[in-house]
């Protein structure tokens, strides 16, 4: 979707313009890694309108395959409207403008199945699954076939009417299976799935993902894999711009590390670095951080990297590598 955020300061009521970019968790997600140097497919619905036009040539311009997304002339592209968060609180008021829209349709019958499956992994949002009975059967479908499936939790209270709904989320990432990676947030697993006391209890009701990542904010992150084995590391310090798009960006960096062998350890400190890349912006989206510059970073003992602060302007761009063969797909 279209995403608009403020010009200035201040309630949603007085904002007298706002400047125009990409939204969207997966689309994010797929932008990200492009940057990165992996190869990424984004699947997806828009309207046969210019908020269409301009969403498939932004992301197609981050070096995201595109080929896959189709226009719909009956239903309008997506868009919302955000607030500048405080810094202390990250309060903010959003409006969604999603109900009928062309994303909000997909369904198993309309979406290319093929390219979705095609990918080493599927990369797939708990947004999605809010937008309509037939988005819902579509992760399903995906889930029941897709070989290796990464779900982003991505609990979004103003897209469930009713908030008991929002439950179906704890099923979708059960869904995932050994081979599977679910993220999470601390505070969206007790939203979404009413499970309080922390990551231990978060992975007792959810024992099925191979890979479970418990998002805690500035607490850091904590990873649980199908041996048993706890991983935790600690974000970095940082100064925050806007906090939209970090948790997208975090999946990204751990898919990153991911489809490069690295250590489960090592996958949550780059999580950690391409979440403050995108903290560290106003909008939704950053280029991560060079391969060279992240992996020096990770690298670090634990004394020194609990030492990182990181502002505006960290990142480093380095030459890319050549792109290997596809890997990712994102819906």
């Known amino acids: 979707m279209v995403t608009f955020l403020p010009a200035t300061a201040g309630r949603l009521a007085d904002v007298p313009s706002f400047d125009r970019g990409i939204g969207g968790a997966e689309s994010n997600v797929a932008c990200v890694l492009a940057a990165a140097g992996h190869r990424a497919r984004w699947v997806s619905r828009v309207g ?51 109900a009928g829209s062309a994303a909000s ?100 009701a959810l024992p099925e993902p191979g890979l479970l990542v418990v998002k805690r904010g500035a607490d850091g992150a904590v990873a649980y894999d199908a041996e048993g084995n706890r991983y935790t590391e600690p974000a970095p310090r940082v100064d925050v711009v806007a906090a939209v798009g970090a948790g997208d960006a975090f999946a990204a960096g751990f898919l990153s590390a991911t489809l490069r062998g690295l250590p489960v350890a090592a996958r949550l400190r780059h999580g950690h670095l391409w979440a403050a890349a995108a903290l560290t912006v106003p909008g939704d989206l950053a280029t991560p951080p060079g391969r060279a510059h992240a992996d020096r970073l990770t690298a670090l003992d634990p004394a020194a990297w609990e030492t990182l602060h990181l502002g505006p302007g960290w990142t480093v761009t380095e030459p890319l590598p050549q792109r290997p063969a596809e890997e990712v797909r994102t819906p």
């Open 48 to 98: 046969a309108d210019g908020f269409g036009d301009h969403l498939v040539e932004a992301i197609g311009a981050w070096g995201v395959d595109v080929s896959g997304v189709r226009r719909d002339p009956a239903r309008p592209t997506g868009i919302y409207f955000r607030t500048a968060g405080d810094r202390a609180t990250d309060a903010h008021e959003v409006a969604y403008y999603r």
């Open 105 to 204: 349709a997909m369904s198993a019958e309309n979406t290319d199945l093929d390219a979705l499956r095609s990918g080493r992994v599927l990369h797939l949002s708990g947004i999605t699954a809010a937008l309509s009975a037939d988005c819902l059967a579509l992760l399903r479908t995906l889930m029941e076939t897709a070989p290796v499936v990464s779900f982003d939790v991505n609990h979004r209270p103003g897209l469930w009417a009713d908030p008991a709904d929002a439950r179906v989320l704890l099923d979708l990432a059960r869904r995932t299976g050994r081979a599977g990676i679910v993220f999470v947030g601390e505070d969206e697993a007790e939203e979404a799935f009413g499970v309080t006391g922390g990551p231990d209890a978060i992975r007792a």
